[in-house]
């Protein structure tokens, strides 16, 4: 069990808290009217800015997707118009269509607004993971005759376009991104952020797979959160600073980080789950997590095999067991701000784990110290300082006789 709560991970945890990570907004189900209104999302007029056919488009179903990104369209026979609109200072905005949630072998539509002010919008197909694999003006979209459209309005980036479809989309697997460098020669450099989600164009909102999938992925998050965020490093607490309390501390320490491993093997089977139906390429993150389901492993059969206090082995297993616990929490809490980035949650998330994080810090500040005081109370004067013994004072025998 770990035994003693690095400074250094709790650092690099809090720095990696204030980085940018959106949350997916999951849409609602309306199933009062085929043709939603737009008081759902933000009451733009987009007609004043969009060129025809858009602006001529009186209604369409109008959802959230990702955080502030929202997606309208509209059905007219085989023809399917889609209008992305997302926050944007600089860079490129990017929706693909894919066949399994995957980047890899998809094709998006990208809208930027290059150096010049001029607006661009491009189909790419995703060929592989490396920029060079990310080829312009190529992909599988079927798009429609009307030219592809893209336009600002505030701080908030348009893209629109028409598919022409014999079979009407329906549960679709959806890919949103977007960089914060503007393209060269139609050249994407590496995306900021992205998701994926599942979006059924038939009823206007995301497939309750979809939402299925995103609760068993908020799941992951919680149940991970709660045992490596809390449970654990409670106990690593409890280890460090109760050893005057012995053996309750032992007793304590065994049992609380016991609950922290059950809560570790939930998130790894959570993990599994969504791994097996979302096929989500997050190799960090799913490599760390086996690394550290090795290392708490290791810290159980550690608990089983521990030796005496008198065994000559004993020194060796504390620095085993207190080091290796150490590394676990550093990578466990270095995995959960990685699949929090992956999964692209948001602010919620972000406060909640720092006030986690501010809290088990200010109790680790104020234990140290008063272990710090308590053994200073504790250490000897120095030898230095010790006060000699006087002799007995000693007298001549042999006085003069007067």
Known sequence: MPMLLSPSFLTLSLLNLFLHFPITALAQRNAATPVLSET???NTN?????PPPYQNISSTICKPVWNTYEMRYTKNG???TIIL??????GWVGIGFSRNSSMVGSSAMVGWINKHGHAKIKQFYLKGKKQSEVISGKGELPLNTVPPSVATNGAEIYLAFQLKTDIP??????LLAFGTKTPQNHHLSKHDDKTSIVFDFSSGRQDPASDGLMQMRRNHGIVGIIGWGLILPVGAIVARYMRHKDPLWFYLHSVIQFVGFAFTLGTVLLG??????MHAHVPAHRGIGIFVLVLTILQILAFFLRPNKDSKYRNLWNLYHSWSGRMALFFAALNIVLGMHAAGAGDDWKIGYGFLISIIIIAIIILEVLAYLKRSEKRPLHASFQMDSVPD??????????
Do not use: E
């Open 85 to 90: 609109s997302a926050p944007y200072t600089v």
């Open 169 to 174: 989309y329906g549960k679709q697997p959806i």
């Open 46 to 50: 987009y007609q004043i800015f969009l």
């Open 40 to 42: 759902t999302c933000q």
């Open 78 to 80: 085989d023809i399917t």
């Open 393 to 402: 004072p000693s007298f001549p025998n042999n006085f003069a006789k007067g």
């Open 272 to 277: 599994i789950q969504l791994y097996n139906n």
